[in-house]
């Protein structure tokens, strides 16, 4: 099914949230994905309490990727509240779909460019002359030419293999390739817990950055219940400023309500502390979490139209707002 049947067929869906019980309203937070180190701030927001301060019972769901995180938002059904990526929401917005930005996360992009400590690719530059693997379908693999042109290589001297999305850690692990593309938060802490040191460099080191994930709200939803999603994101926010000052405190309260993850901690664990690094630009730099920069989308929705399809070109408005973020 396509965004806009989705959309027609959302519109038939009638926006559902239940009745408060016990003071407490109901809702569903949908994830973009299984369970990672990067989620755990809203574990540790509900188990300290702060949703229920706020009045509201949150049920924690993971997801399939974020098209589908968009789409459920979208459809006006008991999930109006998700955490997806951007780019994808940015795509659905210009299908039609009703989804709104309103608490920016990973603001400064996780796409790296991945190697092995002991033969290094610490630059651009210093992928001339090395084979570096990326599968072309991912991100990663879009918006590299935009890499190549930014950073000012010569990208006839790198020599690019395309293997399978599945193949390409087995490939540097091996020592068959130099360097890969990547996520900061996802194959690094990957790489890591096999015992092998990375170097690695961001994209948006190089001026190439594409807003990531973070909150989307129903655009009804937003507008009938402004003061839930208020009182969400003030919640959320205070699990994530609690994250960030004891990540370990963040893990432990994943771990509380998910124990078969136990055997992850560690890889939970880095993959939190990685993705502290990407909380902010350097548009957004010194304002509170959540907060959002028309520049930073300006340029995520240029990048996003040169390199990975996005048919139209709309006022940054239409995608995001700081109007809800906690004072």
Do not use: C
């Amino acid at each position: 099914m396509n965004w806009i049947k989705f959309a027609a067929l959302a519109a038939s869906v009638t926006m559902t949230l239940s009745a408060p019980a016990g003071g407490q309203e109901k809702i569903a937070f949908r994830l973009d994905w299984s369970l990672q180190g990067t989620h755990s701030p809203w574990f540790l927001a509900v188990e300290k309490g702060y949703f229920k301060a706020e009045g509201l019972d949150v049920t924690i769901l993971e997801g399939q990727g974020s098209a589908t995180v968009v789409k459920l938002v979208a459809s006006g059904s008991a999930e109006p509240i998700g955490f997806a990526d951007y780019a994808t929401m940015m795509k659905g917005v210009a299908q039609g779909l009703p989804v709104k930005a309103v608490f920016g996360i990973n603001q400064t992009s996780p796409m790296i460019i991945m190697s092995r400590a002991d033969n290094p690719v610490k630059t651009p530059k210093d992928m001339e002359g090395k084979i570096i693997a990326m599968a072309p379908a991912e991100s990663t693999a879009q918006v590299y030419p935009a890499l190549i042109a930014s950073a000012k290589i010569d990208g006839s001297k790198v020599s690019v293999l395309n293997p399978a999305v599945g193949a390409k850690m087995a490939l540097l692990l091996q020592g068959k390739v130099d360097a890969m593309t990547a996520g900061l938060n996802g194959q690094v802490p990957q790489v890591e817990a096999r015992g092998v040191k990375v170097e690695y460099f961001k994209y948006a080191d190089y001026g190439v950055n594409t807003l990531n994930n973070g909150i989307v709200v129903n655009t009804q939803f937003l507008a009938e219940k402004s003061d839930l999603v208020k009182r969400f994101l003030r919640a959320q926010a205070k699990g994530w400023a609690d994250a960030r000052k004891n990540p370990t405190e963040s893990i432990a309260a994943l771990l509380k309500a998910k124990p078969e993850l136990a055997a992850d901690k560690v890889v939970l664990t880095r993959q939190l502390e990685l993705t502290f690094e990407t909380l902010e630009t350097p548009n957004t730099k010194g304002k509170p979490l959540g907060w959002m920069s028309d520049a930073d989308w300006e340029q995520t929705q240029s990048l996003l139209k040169q390199y990975a399809d996005l048919t139209t070109t709309r006022p940054v408005q239409d995608y995001y707002t700081n109007d809800y973020l906690p004072q």
